[in-house]
């Protein structure tokens, strides 16, 4: 593996490359038709620590198939991924779902957020299927609020807040139970401009404390704000 | 698990007035089971308690027929006296009926067309023969061991008798013809709980009896007991009315407790159950239905979850505890209404309510299974649902 050459042989090489987050080796996807539908035609992608990655391409390009792919929603038909060394492909639903919840953090462009619970419970939700205690829970949860600049809310609904306000929990929910990678899907794409630059600048934040990222989004102006940036057309990615 | 039930909670919590929808057909289930098994259980209860009172405390010794030759016994004219003696008798008199030959009754000699009298049953008895058969008066007064000794020719008439004879008031010490013997009624009797024979007839003293048909011995005793005493009664009263030769005394006691009313009971109760449980199928296809309902509006909710490392084992389970947590509230929602409901009737009846414990505790368990097998369906649907469905919509 040219990685792991490049990690053993880090006193050789000038620049040690930070570990690899994601590896995803020859991925394809197809739906089985009539018409099969072949959303990922055989990706390579590597996202490594600390990067912050954006993934544009319109709609229809497979990249929402991607993000499934990615954040262990759905399985490749074939080819390899492995996240945080793991090889997914053979590990069984339950397996699967314990490292969705403590690997990958979702936020999503509909928020997802539970109406009927406070924006501290929401937050601390992310931790309930990981086994995180309850205490504990409540403790990293308000952590997490702060961070994103929540304090004030923590007692209240999410239909309280604003649209920015509700992915600014979102994102402390999915960050609170410390994930290799954070993944976003449109993040501001029910934002208004103001609020978006409000969420960009957390991404930015994020990043700058080391947090690897791979944010999904239609928009160039998002997408320019990461550090790499990679097109996906038809299935497959475009450097 | 903790963490599973709390989520359960907030999840039924978060909409009440849906809860309390969902909760209405075990509540009415449930209601329905426990007050009809409790208004059943009550009702059998009174029905009993007045077939005790009017049978059960009834001890009857007559003279063995069947005996054969010299084991042929009479009873003997202090049988009262005797059974009395008995711990558990409340009352206890002799009763007769008298062979009259062609004497017919009448009320004042040659009047219309009761000219020929009627042919009613005389009957004698003792003085506590009244007290022992809960004789209620409709005027007068009874005879005492005073009309008895003294031989007085006094009778009590049996309400229908009374009618036929067109006497309806005692106070001007009408008289009736026994043949050509005449009697002073001094009483009209209204009802009996035992011996309804004696409704339809003229009854003397003892004392009168012997002396005006040559009595030789009473027919039979009838005996009052304790309530629960019958029994022992039953048992003792040979021995002490004829020491001598018991077995020739034939006693009619009634049957033990048990038997025919426990019949009656679960017959009764099978009935009300059928009743309820088709309330709870009801009620149980609600819960299946709401909950159902509830997985398809909360598909995102869903897709979250497992998004955030819920295998779909903690989605199913955590639907199930859901609709269990339902299940229970609507039972002991339920339980509560049918308790008030039987005490509210029985208050109303003045009745006394009686009400299983194990109802009481179970039917909320109840209520839970329910919302278990409920909730099945719903939670296998909920725990299939693919976080990719769930968390594309909006």
């Known amino acids: ?239 | 698990m903790r963490d599973l039930l709390d989520e359960a909670l907030a999840g039924v919590s978060a909409r009440p007035t849906r809860l309390v929808l969902t909760t209405l057909g075990t509540v009415l289930g449930i209601a329905a089971l426990v007050g009809t098994v409790g208004l059943g259980q009550t009702a059998a209860g009174q029905i009993t308690q007045r077939f005790d009172l009017a049978a059960a405390t009834r001890v009857v010794v007559q003279p063995d027929d069947k005996a054969e030759g010299e084991a042929a016994t009479q009873l003997p004219w202090d049988a009262p006296e005797r059974i009395k003696r008995l711990n558990g008798v409340d009352a206890a008199g002799t009763f007769s009926l008298l062979d009259v030959g062609d004497d017919r009754v009448r009320s004042v000699a040659g009047i219309g067309g009761q000219k020929d009298g009627y042919a009613l049953q005389v009957m004698a008895g003792s003085a506590g023969l009244f007290d022992a058969v809960r004789a209620q008066l409709r005027t007068g007064r009874f005879f005492d061991a005073g009309h008895d000794t003294r031989t007085d020719r006094v009778v009590v008439l049996g309400k229908h008798a009374a009618e036929k004879l067109g006497i309806n008031r005692v106070d001007s010490q009408p008289a009736v013809f026994i043949g050509d013997q005449a009697y002073t009624v001094i009483g009209i009797l209204d009802g009996v709980s035992g011996r309804a024979e004696l409704l339809d007839g003229v009854i003397m003293p003892n004392g009168a009896a012997k002396t005006a048909y040559e009595l030789e011995a009473p027919d039979a005793l009838e005996i009052r007991t304790q309530v629960g005493a019958a029994q022992l009664i039953a048992g003792q009263a040979p021995v002490a009315i004829d020491p001598n030769n018991p077995s020739a005394l034939k006693v009619d006691a009634p049957p033990v407790q048990g038997g025919v009313r426990k019949g009656v009971e679960s017959d009764l109760n099978a009935l009300f159950l059928l009743l309820g449980a088709v309330a709870l199928l009801v009620g149980g296809l609600g819960i299946a239905n709401v909950t159902l309902l509830s997985v398809l509006e909360r598909v995102s909710e869903i897709g979250l979850r497992r998004a955030l490392g819920a295998a779909r084992r903690h989605v199913a389970v955590q639907f199930l505890v859901e609709s269990v947590i339902v299940g229970f509230l609507g039972g002991l929602l339920g339980t509560a209404v049918g308790v008030l409901l039987t005490i509210g009737v029985s208050w109303f009846r003045d009745w006394t309510p009686i009400l299983d414990t194990g109802l009481a505790v179970g039917s909320p368990l109840l209520g839970a299974l329910i919302g278990l097998l409920a909730g099945t369906y719903p939670a296998w649907k909920a725990s299939a649902i693919q976080p990719i469905t769930a968390l594309r919509g909006t």
């Not at chain 1, 050459?5 to 050789?12: E, H, I, K, N, S």
């Not at chain 1, 954040?71 to 699967?96: A, I, M």
């Open chain 1, 1 to 239: 593996m040219t990685t792991d050459a490049a990690r053993l042989g880090g006193v050789a090489t000038a620049v040690a490359l930070p570990a690899p987050v994601v590896e995803m080796i020859g991925v394809r996807r197809f739906f089985p038709g009539p018409p099969e539908v072949r959303a990922i035609k055989g990706i390579d992608l590597t996202i490594r620590e600390g990067e912050y990655l954006s993934i544009v391409g319109p709609s229809g390009s497979g990249k929402s198939t991607l993000l499934h792919l990615l954040g262990l929603l759905d399985n490749p038909s074939d080819g390899v991924y492995r996240l945080d060394g793991v090889d997914t492909s053979s590990l069984r639903e339950r397996r699967r779902a314990v490292l969705r919840g403590e690997r990958i953090g979702f936020v999503f462009q509909s928020f997802h957020l539970l109406d009927h619970r406070t924006v501290l419970e929401n937050v601390a939700l992310s931790m309930v299927y990981v086994g995180v205690p309850r205490r504990e829970r409540m403790a990293r949860a308000r952590v997490a609020l702060e961070r994103v600049g929540l304090a004030h809310r923590m007692e209240f609904g999410p239909r309280t807040l604003s649209g920015g306000e509700r992915q600014r929990v979102a994102i402390a929910r999915a960050l609170v139970a410390e994930p290799s990678l954070l993944l976003a899907d449109e993040p501001t794409g029910n934002l208004d401009s103001a609020n978006a630059e409000a969420i960009l600048e957390v991404f930015d934040e994020l990043h700058a404390e080391g947090m690897t990222l791979a944010v999904i989004t239609h928009d160039d102006h998002v997408s320019r704000r990461a550090q790499r940036q990679v097109r996906i057309v038809d299935g497959t990615l475009q450097w």
